[in-house]
């Protein structure tokens, strides 16, 4: 017998005491109470963009905001101040967003290796969906995003959410938006351990600095 | 190595020992209790946690209660997306299982992101044995595999560690697997940290195996979940071309939406953070085109036990567990006694119940684990999926001290009753009479709490020895059941 069928068998075996409420077809979404909450309080959607900030800066994301005539001066302003030489750039981000910036641009490849990757100062992305209560961006891979190890591997990442369009308030309505297909990273802030008695490090394997970039 | 547990002492030897070891208990009291107000709070921010503790340990429910299903359909979902699926009954068939994958790469090295179910199993020294070197990338992990230690802790493998200790291993032993410390590291927990990233980057990069537990598998698309805080889990889970999780059949959710019920209740519950720093979700592979991670995805379905455990009715709850840690870090008996003398990778009130029914109760070890628990309950009020672990607790010391019928590899077997407890068998029957008696139950738990000042130090009769070598823990100010008849009884019913 192969050891799936003696998983299964074993499984079978198991439950013979739940024998009838195996039985019974009720459709799963009726068979769990789902009477906690969508969303927690009531916020307007200029304070559900406040609250990601707040989040996010909670979690030591540093937070810009600024209007989309501004995004390309605040991302050259922000590459400067750390003086990054270089930028790695996801294939389907906005030329606009760069256009002011004096790093020199490196669009990521396929071929890319890890040791390429990490001799880039800094990466630009946008971001999928981003979750107020929590201060978390999801990030889907998509050809504003790029490849998931763009934005782990370089020690600054940039992240543009477009508010208030990109913005949900909370986790159940972030997982409404997104297609489980694609690869999927959630961020709350930069990289960090509690693992030395519990006091909270930034920056073990991820980028140390997250940057977020909240444009109207 | 020495990873392993076997030859352990019984819990209570075990015990003894620890808690005479000042350091230790120094280093479990300032982890836990600042972790356990620090979860107080991050619970109290969401005002239908009471709900979501409900759906989630429905959820759990209900995927145990069709395991099969489910299991059917994860392996459906995952083939689909081009990943491979393989069983495996027991840990010598996972080891080789993932051993025969690693060799197929012509690799002689992997990186791990810190996994219970692969330490559950002893993957790494079964590895070692086959002339693979497994390197743990989770800092926590680092520490306690540079330190020749065990894990002590679910989330904190080395809260028994202070800093000052760690700043030693990696001082003395970095070099020995790659990158040496740098030259005058100091024991800040920055430096500490940067110490650890240099030496692991350089592991990463190269690395073409990944190997990874998962928090959840969603029947329903295929998709793993890991839940992280360090970045090393992304590292692992992107960089390799080949990337094998090995995940017990437990961790299965029906469908995607039930994530955001545990992607709620798991960072507050185990971290106390709103949520933990990275989410990864992976649904088989990736194309080549985009080569954005492996390219080839194995996944090693884990029973070890589970389905024995789910063959009792009282101790399949063990189950639901979501590995947040948040009963060890409640728990008077594992802040005195420390995650070792749990003599398995699962420590801590979870531990008690859960290795006992994994393993069976057959060794010392085991058969003393229900015993390691004052029953007070706090473990099971923070559970974030609800296991009654006290309940689980009282079942099992029944089971071994009375015997009975239990599964065991699939099989029907007749336990008989263990010798050598004939103490706790009368404080069984006691604790036995008050659970089937909740009236009694309550009582008593009300009278303790209202004279809790006047508790004694030391329990008498039979429990001397036990109490001997612990402080016994204070009453908690109001019984869980009575909270939760003040908070939700009215809606709730005499839940
Ligand atoms: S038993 Fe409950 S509290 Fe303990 S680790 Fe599991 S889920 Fe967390």
Redesign the interface.
Known sequence: MSSRDRILGRVRRALADVAAERQDDTPYEQAVPRDYLREHGERSVAETVDLLAENLADYRAVVHRCTAADLPATIAGMLAARGAKTVLVPPGLEPEWLSAADAERIPDRTESTPDELDRIDSVVTACAVAVAETGTLVLDGSADQGRRRITLVPDHHICVVRVPEQVVSSVPQALERLDPARPLTWISGPSATSDIELDRVEGVHGPRTLEVVLVD | MSGTFVGMPAFPKAAHEAVHDQTLRG?LR??TH??RAKRANAVA????WA??R??GK??KD?TL????RY??QLEEAVTA?GGTVH???DAD?ANRIVADLVKATGESEVVKVKSMATQEIGLNEALEAEGIRAYE????EL?VQLGKDRPSHIL????HR??AE?RDIFEREMSEWGRPAPEGLTDT??E???A??LH??EK???AKVGISGANFM?AE?G?LVVVE????G??CL??PETLISVVG?EKIV????D???F??TL?RSS?A???????????GT?D??????PQDFHLV?L?NGR??T??D?VG?QALRCIRCSACLNVCPVYERAGGHAYGSVYPGPIGAILSPQLRGVASEIDASLPYASSLCGACYEVCPVAIDIPEVLVHLRERVVQGGQV?AR?NKVVLKPAKGHAAERAAMRAARWAFSHPGALRTGQRLASRTRRLHPRSLPGPGKAWSDSRDLPTVPAEPFRDWWQRTQGAKDGAK
């Open positions: 280093n300032h982890a600042t972790i921010e969401v005002s239908d709900q979501l409900e759906a429905r959820i209900h209660r069709h395991l099969d299991l059917v997306a069983w495996a009954a068939e990338t989770d800092l926590a520490i904190v493998p080395a809260i202070n800093r760690i927990p920055a500490l940290a940067e650890a990233r692991l980057r990463f990069l190269r969603v698309t998709t805080s360090e970045g090393n992304r590292m992107t960089l059949i029906p469908t995607w939406r994530l955001e019920v992607l709620q960072p971290t953070e709103r949520m933990n720093p990275y989410t990864s979700m992976w649904t990736t080549s085109e985009t080569a954005d991670g379905l029973d389905t024995d789910l063959a009715e399949r599964t699939g």
